[in-house]
């Protein structure tokens, strides 16, 4: 009778768990979403998070709970701090300033232990720990790039929907809605956030000036200033719209052509980059003492220090050089 018992039980609890979750999970789940869009489009008076200092409204959105909230405190007063949040803002990573400087400093501490078990060079362990330190920023820094090109791409298809929906009789806040719900990250998300604000009370012309702060791409300013413009002096907005789209998909036509021009420079900067740490692999297989002397000597760890720096200036210069702004 026990695998009897256990079996029925089993299969009992199983049910009760199975009509909780279709009874419980819907409504947990639209009060998370519900939760989140309310911190999304929460805002703090201007000077402080706990209440008022003058009679003008801040734009800045509560944050998410750092593991060090001095760090968040102290960059809210700084311009440092304020660029860093939004970099953060940006990129679309889910952290804060203090949970960047605790991976930051953990970065650098997995730095200076590698080099401290490779190496007796105070210098080289210096550079591995300030190399750490910077990993972090350096790869928040790339996924804002990422972010912002994808968002520029996407850009020309939000005009677009735009235009149709106000040629289609609707309000461009409404507009603005239809483009949230439709259109994919991180385009979606970020109109989202603009039409939740004036949504919840923020007036428009406000939260489209916190999207130009938010997000650092040119056109987005352009279509912030034609559609404040056209609300002061009237006009066809949809045909703006038309245009401007017309305007960032040409654009993106002689950038394209721009990058298939100085594609050489670009090869050309990484294959500088990349020769000598092959040829130095190379040579530790092919004459492992004569290697074992640059890396052993002070005078031949100077030299690797050099080339080191030289290489990565070069690169950057080159980087500069092909870089045309379009």
Same mark, same amino acid.
């Given at each position: 009778m026990l695998p009897?018992?256990?079996v029925f039980f089993v299969v009992a609890g199983l049910v009760v768990a199975a009509f +909780? +979750?279709?009874t419980y999970l819907?409504? #947990?789940?639209? /009060? &998370?979403? @519900?939760?989140? %869009? @309310?911190?999304?489009v929460s805002f703090a008076p201007s000077g402080t998070m706990t209440g008022p200092s003058s009679d003008e409204s801040s734009v800045l959105m509560h944050e998410k709970t750092s593991p060090i909230p001095m760090v968040d405190r102290l960059a809210e007063r700084t311009s440092a701090g304020l660029g860093l949040k939004r970099l953060i803002d940006r990129s679309g990573v889910k952290t804060t300033p203090g949970a960047l400087l605790i991976m930051s400093i953990a970065s650098a501490s997995v *730095? #200076? @232990?590698v080099s401290v078990l490779a190496t007796e060079q105070p210098l080289? %362990?210096?550079g591995a720990a300030l190399a750490g330190f910077v990993i972090p920023f350096i790869w928040l820094k790339r996924k804002a790039t990422v972010r912002m090109r994808r968002f520029e791409e996407q850009f020309p298809e939000a005009l677009d929907l735009l235009s149709r929906a106000i040629r289609a009789g609707h309000a461009f806040q409404t507009a603005l809605g239809m483009v949230a719900s439709e259109l994919p990250p991180p385009v979606g998300p970020e109109f989202k956030k603009t039409f939740d604000q004036q949504n919840f009370g923020l007036p428009l012309r406000d939260a489209l000036n916190e999207m130009t702060e938010r997000i650092t791409v040119l056109d987005v300013k352009f279509f912030v200033t034609a559609v404040l413009i056209q609300r002061d002096t009237g006009g066809n907005l949809a045909e703006i719209l038309d245009n401007l789209a017309h305007v960032v998909r040409e654009r993106f036509k002689i950038r394209r052509q721009v990058r298939v021009? /100085? +594609?050489? *420079? &670009?090869l050309t900067g990484y294959v500088l980059l990349a020769l000598p740490a092959a040829l130095a692999i190379a040579l530790s297989f092919?004459?492992?003492e004569h290697m074992q002397t640059l890396f052993h000597e002070r005078m031949g760890q100077e030299m690797i220090m050099s080339a080191v720096v030289m290489q990565t200036v070069g690169y950057f210069w080159i980087r500069h050089v092909i870089k045309i702004e379009v």
């Open positions: 009897a018992v256990v +909780a +979750a279709l819907p409504e #947990m789940l639209a /009060t &998370r979403r @519900l939760d989140q %869009r @309310l911190r999304d *730095g #200076m @232990l080289v %362990r210096l021009h /100085t +594609a050489h *420079g &670009r092919i004459n492992p």
